[in-house]
T-cell receptor, first 112, second 110 residues
Framework: DGGITQSPKYLFRKEGQNVTLSCEQNLNHDAMYWYRQDPGQGLRLIYYSQIVNDFQKGDIAEGYSVSREKKESFPLTVTSAQKNPTAFYLC???????????FGQGTRLTVV | GQSLEQPSEVTAVEGAIVQINCTYQTSGFYGLSWYQQHDGGAPTFLSYNALDGLEETGRFSSFLSRSDSYGYLLLQELQMKDSASYFCAVRGTGNTPLVFGKGTRLSVIA
C-alpha cells in the first residue's frame, strides 16, 4: 500500500539531547514537508523540500535540521538548540505544486 | 509571504449547515485546499479550488473567489463525527510551500 510513514509514534528524550524523527513515503512524491503542531494550534512549517538534495527553511526552522538524500526519505533532527521541542510533529508529501498533501500519523515528542 | 485567517471556533447543531471562512494572502496563487483533523490524528485532505466557484464533494463543498482572496468550506447535514478542526491551506506559485491557517475547531452539538 502506498503511503507516508512516521516513526516512532511517541518519543521521549531528555533535555539537551538531539533526536531524529523518521519520515518515509512510497508515493513517488517530489515534495515533502515537516510541520509542528502545538495544542490547539495550527500547523507551522519547519522545513520543506521540493526535490532530492534540496530543502528550504520554513517559518520556524531554528533549532531543527533536515536532509533529503533520497526521494523517499526526509528525516527531521530536533537539536538541543530548539528551546521548546515538546510538540506533535507531522510529515507530509505531495506532488510538486499540488495542494493535496498526504500526512503521516505524526510523532508526539516529549522532552523532559 | 503567505498567510491565512480563519475563525478559531464554530459551533453548530447536528443536521444543520455550517460555513467556515478563510481569507488569504499569498505571492501568486496556485490553489486553496481544505483539510480535516480529528483530535490526536493527522490532517486529511477534503477539497481543492484553483478556479473561482463552488466544488462539491458529497456533504462538503468548497468555494473560492480569487479576486477577494477568500474561500469557504460548507458542511451540510452535519453529523457528530464532523466535530474536528478544519484547516485551509494555500500554495503560491513557484517554489513556495503549502502553508496552513491556524484551523477552525468545529463542535457539532445535538
Amino acid at each position: 500500500d502506498g503511503g507516508i510513514t512516521q516513526s516512532p509514534k511517541y518519543l521521549f528524550r531528555k533535555e539537551g539531547q538531539n533526536v531524529t524523527l523518521s519520515c518515509e513515503q512510497n508515493l513517488n512524491h517530489d515534495a515533502m514537508y515537516w510541520y509542528r503542531q502545538d495544542p490547539g494550534q495550527g500547523l507551522r512549517l519547519i522545513y520543506y523540500s521540493q526535490i532530492v538534495n534540496d530543502f528550504q527553511k520554513g517559518d520556524i526552522a531554528e533549532g531543527y535540521s533536515v536532509s533529503r538524500e533520497k526521494k523517499e526519505s526526509f528525516p527531521l533532527t530536533v537539536t538541543s538548540a530548539q528551546k521548546n521541542p515538546t510538540a506533535f510533529y507531522l510529515c507530509a508529501s505531495s506532488v510538486s505544486r499540488n495542494t493535496e498533501a498526504f500526512f503521516g500519523q505524526g510523532t508526539r515528542l516529549t522532552v523532559v | 509571504g503567505q498567510s491565512l485567517e480563519q475563525p478559531s471556533e464554530v459551533t453548530a447543531v447536528e443536521g444543520a449547515i455550517v460555513q467556515i471562512n478563510c481569507t488569504y494572502q499569498t505571492s501568486g496563487f496556485y490553489g486553496l485546499s481544505w483539510y480535516q483533523q480529528h483530535d490526536g490524528g493527522a490532517p486529511t485532505f477534503l477539497s481543492y479550488n484553483a478556479l473561482d466557484g463552488l466544488e462539491e464533494t458529497g456533504r462538503f463543498s468548497s468555494f473560492l473567489s480569487r479576486s477577494d482572496s477568500y474561500g469557504y468550506l460548507l458542511l451540510q447535514e452535519l453529523q457528530m463525527k464532523d466535530s474536528a478542526s478544519y484547516f485551509c491551506a494555500v500554495r503560491g506559485t513557484g517554489n513556495t510551500p503549502l502553508v496552513f491557517g491556524k484551523g477552525t475547531r468545529l463542535s457539532v452539538i445535538a
